[in-house]
């Protein structure tokens, strides 16, 4: 299983912001400041934090992916650590935004593809941004979805217990 990245997550190193300002005499000047972001070793082609809110603890673990996004992006977690954490400092460093955001983003990703571009297509059009960040973590969503894998988890092991002792068995 290999973990795939959005092809828009592309190898910037830090974040341009511009301002703009209106002098009293109508003409406009800009200044420029640069804000750190994940950078990229050359020699060891990786991607290292800068800051330690964007080292791997800062945010959320591997059961806020669960939560926020499902089983898919919870095993990749589990499964490809280093992976992940490449594609969320990366990310990271191409948006310019906070480690949870993008982590937010990459479990998104992994969970639907497909989605996740059109919705990042939809919100250059002007459409609202979908906070992927903060995604399933109301109490009643966390209520609903514990229900709901109980709910599944009982049936199946009834079903496989069941299907065990000869239930289902033609005689």
């Not at 974040?15 to 640069?34: D, L, V």
């Not at 919870?74 to 990366?90: G, M, T």
């Not at 979805?145 to 033609?170: E, M, N, P």
């Amino acid at each position: 299983m290999m973990m795939f990245l959005p092809s828009i997550v592309t190898g910037f190193t830090s974040t341009h912001q511009y301002k703009a300002m209106k002098t009293s005499r109508g003409t406009t000047t800009t200044s420029s400041t640069i804000s750190m972001a994940p950078r990229f070793d050359k020699a060891s082609q990786k991607w290292f934090p800068t800051k330690p809110e964007e080292e791997s603890g800062a945010a959320y673990g591997p059961i806020g992916s669960l939560i926020r996004a499902g089983p898919k992006p919870f095993i990749q977690r589990i499964l490809f650590p280093d992976q992940y954490e490449q594609a969320v400092l990366k990310y990271m460093a191409q948006d310019g935004c906070s480690r949870k955001e993008a982590q937010g983003n990459m479990d998104a990703y992994i969970e639907n593809p497909n989605d996740w571009t059109y919705q990042k297509l939809q919100e250059k059009q002007g459409k609202p941004k979908y906070d992927y960040a903060n995604a399933n973590t109301s109490p009643k969503q966390l209520v609903l979805s514990g229900t709901w894998a109980t709910v599944v988890f009982w049936f199946f092991y009834t079903f496989i217990s069941d299907c065990l002792a000869g239930k289902y068995a033609r005689p």
